[in-house]
C-alpha cells in the first residue's frame, strides 16, 4: 500500500483476504482499476466488491486498460475521488495505472511538480508524464 496523499493509497492487486484489513485501516471506498481477467486467477470485480461491501466499504468499478488511460478515464477518476467516501483504497496491477489517473485528475489541482514529487515518494515515476499533466493544468 502506498499514500499518494491523505485521501488516496493505491496498491497492486490485493487477494480477497485483505479487504478485512483494509476495512480495518479504515478505508471506506476501493477503486478497482483493472479490467476482469487481465491476469488469470485474479478475483473479479464482483468478488472484490461483495466483500468489500459486507465489511461496509464501497466499491467503484472503473476499468482502466493497461497503458492506455485517457483523459476520459482521469476526469471519471476524478469524478469518483470527489464523490466517494474517504479515504479510498484504489488498485490495478501494480498501482502504477492508479497513480496515473490520481495525476491526471489532479492536473490543475496541484502543481505538476508536487503530483511528481507525491508519486516519486510513494514509488512511482511520474516524470514521463510531465507535459501531459501540465496540459491538462
Known amino acids: 500500500m502506498k499514500r499518494l496523499s491523505d485521501e488516496l493509497t493505491v496498491s497492486p492487486q490485493m487477494p480477497l483476504e485483505a479487504i478485512d484489513?483494509?476495512?480495518?485501516?479504515?478505508?471506506?471506498t476501493i477503486?478497482?482499476?483493472?479490467?476482469d481477467g487481465e491476469d488469470p486467477g485474479q478475483p473479479s470485480f464482483s468478488e472484490i466488491a461483495a466483500k468489500a461491501e459486507a465489511a461496509g466499504i464501497k466499491a467503484i468499478?472503473?476499468?482502466?486498460?493497461?497503458?492506455n488511460v485517457s483523459d476520459a478515464?482521469?476526469?471519471?477518476f476524478a469524478?469518483?475521488?470527489a464523490s466517494a467516501p474517504k479515504p479510498i483504497f484504489a488498485y490495478c496491477?501494480?498501482?502504477?495505472r492508479c497513480t496515473i489517473l490520481w495525476s491526471l485528475a489532479n492536473a490543475g489541482q496541484m502543481p505538476a511538480g508536487d503530483i511528481i514529487k507525491a508519486a516519486a515518494e510513494a514509488g512511482y515515476d511520474m516524470g514521463?508524464?510531465?507535459?501531459?499533466?501540465?496540459?491538462r493544468g
Open 21 to 28: 484489513e483494509i476495512a480495518k485501516a479504515g478505508f471506506k
Open 31 to 35: 477503486i478497482c482499476n483493472r479490467p
Open 61 to 67: 468499478f472503473q476499468p482502466v486498460a493497461s497503458g
Open 73 to 76: 478515464d482521469a476526469d471519471a
Open 79 to 81: 469524478a469518483n475521488l
Open 93 to 96: 496491477r501494480s498501482g502504477t
Open 128 to 135: 514521463p508524464l510531465a507535459p501531459r499533466i501540465a496540459a
